[in-house]
């Protein structure tokens, strides 16, 4: 039987998807030979110059997730080696997970909860979360359904975005016009340069004393030291975050406070959706071997 093409496999996967590889391709954890032809990695995996540079046989990069902040685009678009990610399958799942972080720091969810395991009944009051303005910066299609999803909540919702879109919410100019606008403040653009440490100091004060933040997208939006800052100095109210600077480390002080929700980048972990990213993945490797059009081609 004629070889399997290498694979370079550069982040922990399913069982099943690892298997499903294996069926296709030699699969090669470190140390890929230069007749690699592939890699497959997480959202937020690195496939810098570098490492292109090293596959002289690469022709394409699928990553199993939507985001892709990880990989220098430039480099491989100069090899013509093909980008692949795993777009829409997901985006219920970050929406449904960015309501719950907000719903769960409004009304003290998790910390009540923390509270009884402890014995305890008697708890603060929480605040109302319907009616509060809602603002998304990053109106892609997460950020399109956290909005569909925060509407009946009752509140104003707000975004802003690289360009305004034909919808009935309204638009801010900029993240911290947007932050000074609205209540609750709903990260959902994708890691870049331009996103980059975007959330500072000035926007958390802009944000407010009732003002909450939700991150579901990446930890590189944030300048996270002044988010801890803020939340310890209660310049904002309080904080649910999915995603962290330097996962899976995760500043200590966001763990002593009741006012933060944290969870471990659980945006699109279900049963249902890993198993709809795994086949997407399949389904890009499996067309670029057969020679058909990419299902979810980045570039
Ligand atoms: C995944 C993600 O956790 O889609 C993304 O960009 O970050 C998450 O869905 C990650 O890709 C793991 O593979």
């Known amino acids: 039987m ?9 982040a922990d996967m399913a069982p099943d998807l690892v298997a499903a590889l294996e069926q296709r391709f030699t699969v090669h954890r470190s140390d890929p030979p230069a007749t690699t032809r592939a890699i497959c990695g997480g959202g937020s995996s690195v496939v810098d110059a570098a490492l292109i540079e090293r596959l002289p046989a690469l022709e394409i990069i699928a990553i199993n997730g939507v985001g892709y902040d990880g990989v220098d685009l430039n480099a491989a678009k100069a090899r013509g080696v093909r980008v692949t990610n795993t777009p829409d399958v997901l ?3 970050v929406a449904d997970l960015a309501i719950g972080l907000w719903l769960a720091v409004e009304r003290r969810i998790a910390v009540n909860d923390a509270a009884m395991r402890d014995g305890g009944w008697a708890v603060p009051l929480a605040r109302r979360a319907s009616g509060r303005k809602i603002g998304i910066f990053g109106l892609g299609r997460i950020g399109h359904a956290i909005a569909k999803r925060a509407a009946p909540f009752g509140g104003e919702i707000l975004y802003t975005a690289r360009s305004e879109k ?3 919410w309204r638009f801010l100019p900029d993240i911290t016009a947007l932050a000074a606008a609205c209540d609750v403040l709903i990260l959902a ?28 997208a990446r930890g590189s939006l944030v300048d996270q ?23 899976p480390a ?14 471990p980048h659980q945006g699109s972990a279900t049963v249902e959706t890993r198993a709809a990213m795994a086949a997407l993945v399949l389904a890009n490797l499996d067309a670029h071997l057969g020679g058909s059009p990419l299902p979810s081609a980045v570039i």
């Open 225 to 247: 030291a002044a988010v801890v800052a803020a939340l310890e100095k209660r310049t904002i109210a309080g904080a649910g975050l999915d995603v962290f600077a330097d996962e």
């Open 2 to 10: 004629a070889d399997l093409p290498d694979l370079y496999l550069i």
């Open 189 to 216: 653009a994708p890691g870049s340069a331009g996103t980059q440490g975007i959330v500072d100091a000035a926007v958390l004060a802009a944000l407010g004393n009732e003002g909450v933040l939700v991150n579901v």
């Open 166 to 168: 034909p919808v009935a």
């Open 250 to 263: 995760v500043p200590d002080a966001l763990k002593t406070m009741p006012q933060v929700v944290l969870s």
């Open 91 to 93: 985006t219920d799942d």
